[in-house]
């Protein structure tokens, strides 16, 4: 759950103990100023923009203060978070699950907030309270809230009802939120299979631009209807999804983005996505551990457009490219390759002989990497240290000959396989002109100094770069990747960290 919270939308407003007004905060020292009210001399759209960036509560109480503060309110988009209707935070902690919280009347207050206010609403995050409407009243959630929301209007919604004790479905009436631009859901047992009934040209979401599932149980028709009724989807988002559905295909005019993070299917088919720029894919999920047999494979078909690709791991995905599977010896061709990938991450466990005969082979399907990122794995059972010699039988590799200028191998431990490695692309990277080393164990000054150490023979080392600026920057660990950083098209390498 931690992990679901971590990446879904951050709040859009301060929390109640850095967004609350004060008498103190706002009175003014001096004579007869003290009493003056300079607040309320503010235009109406200065107050409504005040209104919207304070906690729900504070936002509610500035109608009691005169019928204009009640026209700013009711004329401000509404933003809604129940965290900020939860008990105050100085209050003895009632546990994980909420023993003890009054949940009734902060359902009462959600539904009050919904029904006072005229619309649109802005964002509404119910992450609390929908466990509690959910096992209330199974209509409740249907009737006194997304009918609301559907009916007013609002932008950004997320929903996450955690399943402990029981199970839940989402109602079918999210289908009717039609203003939607950004919808996140959490945790729900199963996504309504009502998105079956809809025919092929029905658009549900016209405007919805971001969709994230997390842990949400959906079946793989049912991700096709949402594509399909979603004409403007950019980005779509599937978070620890455990197997569910098993296959997911993704055909799309419009996706920017797709992000299969801390998720896990037996296939994953990227079809038809014209405009696809980014294509993340992160199976490690705290607590989870897959069969040393379990498998992902991955089709890539038409995506002219993407440039963004990893971390393909070659553990767990099969790479399968115009429906011929790639595998150790497979020789480039114009079917097997994707010229437009120009940022390209790897993980691979160098101790396993097997994947690293791979590695090659893939370097190969993109011909064009400027940059490549590789992460180093450990093995629970290595099979073999894999020394120069292996690295120098590989043969031609496009895209160290002619464009890779930049390296960041991360995870880096010092053994002898990944130095034979790093020499490899040393001798070959012929545009190469820094190559940045992430220590595994970068907390430990000593540890750094050894990693040093058995690097430097490789600064020695006859290059194939002519660049006479080329570096090796070793550094610590700790920067921790994150979904919101790889879902953020504005930064050019999501990798970087």
Not at 254 to 275: D, K
Request: net charge positive; aromatic share 6%; proline share 6%.
């Amino acid at each position: 759950m931690e992990e679901i919270f971590a990446c879904i939308p951050t709040q859009p407003i301060p929390s109640p103990a850095e967004g609350s007004v004060s008498a103190a905060a706002c009175s003014v020292v001096g004579g007869a100023e003290a009493d003056e009210d300079r607040i309320s001399r503010l235009a109406d759209a200065l107050l409504s923009n005040i209104v919207s960036r304070l906690p729900i509560k504070d936002a509610a109480r500035t109608t009691a203060l005169s019928p204009r503060w009640r026209r700013v309110w009711a004329s401000t988009p509404l933003v809604l978070d129940d965290a900020h209707l939860l008990q105050d935070p100085d209050q003895p902690d009632d546990g994980p699950l909420g023993f003890g919280t009054d949940w009734r009347s902060i359902a009462d207050a959600v539904s009050s907030v919904l029904a006072a206010h005229p619309g649109p609403f802005r964002c509404v995050r119910l992450t609390n309270v929908c466990r509690y409407a959910a096992a209330r009243d199974r209509g409740a959630l249907a009737r006194d809230w997304l009918r609301v929301l559907a009916a007013k209007g609002v932008d950004d919604l997320v929903l996450v009802c955690p399943r402990w004790p029981f199970k839940a479905k989402i109602p079918a009436d999210i289908l009717r939120v039609a203003s939607l631009r950004s919808l996140y859901l959490g945790l729900w047992d199963e996504f309504p299979g009502s998105t079956k009934s809809l025919h092929r040209g029905n658009v549900v979401f016209p405007h919805l631009l971001e969709l994230g599932l997390c842990r949400t149980d959906i079946k793989t028709a049912d991700i096709d209807h949402l594509l399909q009724c979603s004409p403007h989807l950019e980005k779509l988002a599937l978070v620890a999804c455990d197997n569910s559905p098993d296959c997911v295909r993704v055909r799309s005019r419009s996706l920017r983005c797709v992000l299969f993070w801390m998720s896990v299917a037996n296939e994953v088919n990227v079809l038809v996505v014209p405009r696809l720029e980014r294509l993340i894919l992160w199976s490690e999920c705290p607590g989870a551990r897959l069969d040393d047999d379990f498998r992902t494979r991955l089709n890539i078909g038409y995506v002219q457009e993407l440039k963004v690709l990893g971390y393909l791991d070659l553990r767990i995905h099969v790479l399968e490219i115009s429906n011929t599977i790639i595998e150790a010896g497979t020789k480039p061709s114009p079917r097997t390759i994707v010229p437009s990938v120009n940022i390209l991450a790897l993980k691979v466990r160098f101790g396993v002989r097997k994947e690293a005969r791979m590695l090659p082979s893939y370097l190969r399907c993109f011909p064009n990497v400027v940059t490549l990122h590789i992460m180093s794995d450990e093995a629970d059972e290595p099979t073999g240290k894999l020394n120069f010699k292996f690295w120098q039988e590989a043969g031609p590799i496009s895209c160290l000959q002619s464009q890779i200028k930049r390296v960041v191998f991360k995870n880096f431990r010092g053994n002898r396989s990944e130095l034979a490695f790093l020499r490899f692309i040393w001798e070959r990277a012929q545009l190469l002109h820094k190559m940045v080393i992430v220590l595994a164990d970068g907390d430990d000054p000593a540890s750094l100094d050894q990693m040093v150490a058995k690097l430097k023979p490789l600064a020695c080392a006859k290059r194939a770069s002519k660049d006479r600026k080329l570096t090796i920057l070793v550094r610590n660990g700790g920067c921790v990747w994150s979904f919101h950083r790889a879902s953020d098209l504005s930064v050019s390498d999501p990798f970087d960290c």
